[in-house]
């Protein structure tokens, strides 16, 4: 059974960076089956796809965020991670880390397998 679990600070700062980690356990970062995404849902909104990293390291944005977003892994730690530069008011949502088959569409929520429990993050001076 694998689980992820998401950590990092629970208020940033507007125009400071979001760092968000996702702990994975029961399962490698590193194996073909699967890819690690990072989702958000802003207040009152629904689910929007940040990016992935699949288990050769490559990465693949929303062309929406790309150019603020970067998402990297450490796999000696199991882990991958988020960030999220020059962050306004808007980007405050609660964040999840989750896995869904390596090739399914990141942008359908059906077809994650493991989600994290997700954390609030608001931006506020």
């Known amino acids: 059974q694998v689980q992820l679990q998401e950590s990092g600070p629970g208020l940033v700062k507007p125009s400071q960076t979001l760092s968000l980690t996702c702990t994975v356990s029961g399962g490698s970062i590193t194996t073909s089956y699967y890819a690690w995404s990072w989702i958000r849902q802003p207040p009152g909104k629904g689910l929007e796809w940040m990016g992935v990293?699949?288990?050769?390291?490559?990465?693949y944005y929303s062309p929406s965020l790309k150019s603020r977003t970067s998402i990297s892994r450490d796999t000696s730690k199991n882990q991958f991670s988020l960030q999220l530069s020059s962050v306004t008011p808007d980007d405050t949502a609660v964040y999840y880390c989750a896995a869904a088959p390596f090739g399914s569409n990141p942008r359908d929520a059906a077809l994650y397998d493991y989600w994290g429990q997700g954390t609030q993050v608001t931006v506020s001076s």
């Open positions: 990293i699949a288990y050769d390291g490559s990465t």
